[in-house]
């Protein structure tokens, strides 16, 4: 099988090529079957796809945003989690299948970022199965899960990706941990929908996974699709529209037992979906629900109910593609500023505010572009240790935010039939004092994380801001 597979792409070529390709090809083969895969028939169609599409390459370009995010590590672990649980325990053997190929044909994934001052980039790195995936039985499955999540993959590690298969009394928790200047929560989505179809088409019919994204992971695609003359315009939009909010939530100060910490809040769809329903009412979105109670909570949790207040918003530029799908897997977000101007009387007075500020953003047709033309100045025309100085002049780094993933389709999550009966997500441990609340929602149930570095303290004060945030949205529910 391997052999006719080789051959049958190797004939196609001209006669002078042919000998080298089969070589080439069956080397890769070799380094396939090194790096873990033992599917004989994957190995010959992965490496004839890698090879003939130039995939196997040795070094790969830092995009702009690699270089943001590079440079926030002064701020935070610059890593992101993902979980999803599932009743069943997934065929191993297909996932190992599914996860190589996804490697060989993003590259980026097992690489180590390379910085030099000058131009840095991503150095293609050797790895094996046992870098990248990893089944967990254990009897503590929640602490395990912890301890993977709280853990971080260094930019000199040699992958950049790592799954983890925790089981348990037949079920199971797929954990994700990546670095975050590799993509996005967009990003993961795109990857993890792309694994599950690779995973369900492979245990299906046996058919090797070899449709990823390869597209271009540029910075430039997010005005790709725009008219000639609002990318013109967008393209001079230097200034950017950030969050000037000084206050913060009631951290303990910082200090040597600050530690990564998760801090998760699941709110039951009863409640989650009513405060839904009665904000349509109103206009208002499932966004500007979570955002009304993110606001109400720390206005409790502060007691500063006559002054305004800002909330950093996530906001994803894959908006302005015809076609996401086009782009590969890379960090395409921004943040918009959320206003009110008090504590309302009712949650429903700050619910309608919340909805008109975000509306009126909305209206704008560079929402989310400004500042990004001085984020590419600085990090392709300056020297990159010119560029981090330059732009943390500037950079705001939001004490307060939320960024929602939205709603996950439990059938684009499912593993052969089975959808997920749990999901969460979660950005980067911010050091202290941003809170940095990633919220999704999965059978009407609403999960909200936030991760930081900080003690037991600070983790109890922040199950208590959870707990004022779902006394908030039940006020809206019922109201």
Known sequence: MKESIIKQ?????????????????????????????????????????????????????????????????????????????????????????????????????????????????????????NDIFAVTETDYLEKDVYDFFVQTIKVTNNVQLKF?????????????????????????????????????????SAKIPLDFRVGSRKLGEVYKDLPEETKKAAKTKFANKTSKEKKTLPFTAPCADDH?????????AETFMGAVKKAKGFGATANDVLSTCYIDAAYKMLGCHNEDFTLSCAVDLRRYMNDPNRIGYANHTTFMPCTVSKKGETILDTLKEVSECNNKSKEDEFLGLYGLPLL????????????????????????????????????????????????????????????????????????????????????????????????????????
């Open 164 to 204: 983890n298969l925790f089981v348990k009394d037949g079920k199971c928790a797929l954990c994700v941990l990546w670095n975050h200047m590799v993509m996005d929560g967009g990003g993961i989505k795109q990857l993890l929908g792309d694994v599950f179809k690779g995973y369900n088409e492979y245990v299906a």
């Open 260 to 268: 990564n910490i998760l801090v998760t809040k699941v709110i039951p």
């Open 376 to 479: 590419n100045y600085a990090f392709t025309q300056l020297i990159y240790i010119q560029a981090e100085l330059m732009v943390k002049m500037f950079y705001n780094n939001a004490n307060l935010s939320v960024s929602n993933v939205g709603r996950l389709d439990a059938n684009f999550c499912a593993l052969d039939g089975n959808p997920p009966t749990f999901a969460m997500g979660a950005g980067a441990a911010k050091k202290k004092n941003c809170a940095v609340a990633t919220a999704l929602s999965l059978n009407g149930n609403a999960i909200i994380t936030i991760c930081i570095q900080g003690t037991e303290k600070d983790k109890e004060m922040l199950d208590t801001f959870f707990n004022h945030m779902e006394d908030s949205m039940k006020e809206i529910a019922n109201s």
């Open 9 to 129: 792409y190797t004939e196609s070529l001209p006669i002078k090529k042919q000998a080298l390709a089969f070589s080439k090809i069956n080397e890769y083969c070799d380094l396939l079957k090194k790096r873990g895969l033992d599917d004989d028939k994957a190995c010959a169609e992965i490496a004839v796809d890698v090879v003939k599409n130039g995939y196997n390459v040795k070094k790969i370009r830092a995009e702009v945003y690699d270089k943001v995010n590079y440079m926030c590590r002064c701020y935070m672990d610059i890593n992101a989690r993902f979980r999803l649980d599932y009743d069943f325990i997934p065929d191993i053997n297909a996932i190992k299948t599914v996860l190589i190929s996804l490697f060989e044909h993003s590259p980026i994934l097992h690489s180590k970022f390379v910085d030099n001052h000058i131009a840095p980039y991503w150095k293609v790195c050797d790895y094996d199965l």
